[in-house]
């Protein structure tokens, strides 16, 4: 046997044995309260999405709470992949324990370890069916589709009209940056009034283009 | 009343305290952090040497070593370090501009990192020369035994990302620890075990660059500095590909100016590191995650450098400053004593002490990671290519995740 052979087989061999392990192994599933002291390990955690932010660089980093019957807690989860997941959606990660910023968070290696258990259904509607009873989807998940007008990015807000209604719409700002006057998009988010314009909006959570 | 503001004043005591005594355990860090970028080339100059006949891959540190150069490698390190430590200081308010506000060259790069991760490897690939004579197949050879370890790692480095990993004696724990471990220390140990020679008396009168070697190293110095400033601003780089890119750039090959340029990127990277940490928010170091949690780091907007960076960077160069000579002091006792120490019994030291710290952070699958990580890390070393394509664990876990789609 040449010198060279061993290490090379003992090495292929070595990584496919741990492949196998990696798929017998299993992380330990552990609540968001119990998530300290895993701090380096790979969990797994179940929770309902609070927040969904993508950050200037890329990432993101999608918060969670606690399910009902779990004990209070909450958590955020860090993917450098981009994860389709909405406010309310209850999903399931794998990843690393870190502290970052003194806040703990699951660093999530790969998109395919994020798995929606539950997706918030967002109510699909036009604008002018909810102008015509706005009431009836006040506090209420939706997604409308239209084309934007009156973008004004020091404000994060822009109108969205479709067949001659129009809604403002607050956005994440991190959105508003690729946005232009004209676009057609889809937002989803949570009908709310405004008291002090007498005004319905929409509090947008995510902008998305559409065709 | 009088209690009352007894109370109040205590406690505004206590979080002053808090605060200045956290900022201490910061510069203590930092100090600790920099100091191990000069005193780190003891060590690797005189553990894990292998037999230079036997081994068809020798660091340079070890080719001086066994020419009885140690102590002379462990100087110009120190004064590579020291150099660079110096212009690296300087190179941050650049850097800062280049990256961050207002040339904000950094989402450039992040746009394109997988092109930007590809060259790395393309370059480290198409510098690899082969060791038996400069004929066609030996290349093909060559190339082929460095692209396989790439690949063999970068295989290891998905599998392993997600494996978990449990300290029996609950402590935190990563799995980076044990495949690091394993593919650069613990292969370099049982390398230098099977193919050990016995270390001859060492030089230790004080080293003098000749007059044409000050300039030749002050460009060392310079281009190792600009070469850890890439590696700190990539993830997935180390100073070795650093230092591969800033010799090929010059054509450099001779050991002396090698180690020196080695030495500079690994101080540059250590200071750049710190500065990311306020330019981009980018922790690409354990010392720069520990100092994100530890202290209130606040973004470098304007020229000027935020209070703390200020804070951090003076002990930087304090402690790096008496870091030079204390290099020395000590690099001249381990090699004045070196032949004095049983070689064999302290490489299998240094193999147990690798295991037990393996199992007590990261449990029995640490073990099997750190076991495959060796043979993986034996294989640079038996086919005679370069140790840092072992660097794969990370570059193409990180190049698929910026896959253009």
Known sequence: MRRETAPLILSTTGVTILYILSLILQPPHVTLDEIPSFEGETVEIAGVVTSVYITSSGNQIIGLRNIQNEPPGNTTIFSMDKIDVNVDDIIKAKGSVQKYEGKWEIVVHNKNNVQII??????????????????????????????????????????????????????PPQYLFNLTTGERVKVDGILLYDDKTFSYYLLGERVIKVD | MLLLSSVNVFIMLLNWLTEKSLLLIGVFIVSVSITHTFVNIIPATFLGAPDEDESLSVLPAHKMLLNGQGYEAVVFSALG????????????????????????????????????????????????????????????????????????????????????????????????????AGLFGMSTQIHSL???????????????????????????????????????????????????IALTSRGETETKQVIITLSAVNTVNAILTLALLFTLHKTRSGVTVILSNLLPVEEWTGFNPPLLLIHLLIPIIVAGSLAYPLTCFLGKKV???????????????????????????????GLAVLLVATTIGLLPLTFGVRRSHCMGVLILPLMLHFLPT
């Open chain 1, 118 to 171: 539950e997706r918030m259904n967002k109510q699909k509607t036009s604008i002018w069916v909810v102008a015509t009873e706005p009431e009836k989807y006040m506090s209420l998940p939706l997604s409308l589709t239209g084309e934007i007008k009156n973008l004004k990015i020091s404000r994060n807000s822009f109108t969205l009209t479709n067949s001659g209604y129009s809604i403002t719409v607050f956005s």
């Open chain 2, 81 to 180: 370090s020291f150099g660079a430590l110096l212009i690296g200081v300087l190179l941050i308010l650049p850097i800062k501009i280049i990256l961050s506000e207002p040339l904000n060259f950094y989402k450039t790069i992040n746009e394109n990192m997988f092109w930007v991760l590809l060259a790395v490897i393309l370059l480290m690939l198409g510098t690899e020369k082969p060791k038996h004579g400069e004929k066609l197949k030996n290349y093909i050879q060559t190339l082929f035994a460095a692209t396989l370890t790439i690949i063999l790692s970068g295989v290891f480095g998905l599998i392993i990302l997600d494996l978990p990993v449990n300290s029996p004696l609950s402590l935190p724990s990563s799995i980076l620890f044990p495949a690091l």
């Open chain 2, 194 to 244: 099977r193919l050990s020679t016995p270390i001859q008396k060492q030089n230790i009168e004080d080293p003098h660059l000749k007059p044409g070697e000050r300039k030749k190293s002050f460009v060392s110095i310079l281009t190792g500095t600009l070469a850890g400033s890439f590696v700190s601003i990539i993830p997935g780089v180390t100073p070795a590909t650093g230092t591969i």
């Open chain 2, 335 to 365: 090699a004045k004593h070196i032949t004095l120490i049983p070689y064999n019994i302290l490489v299998k030291t240094t193999i147990v002490a690798l295991t037990t710290l393996t199992f007590i952070f990261t449990g029995l699958t």
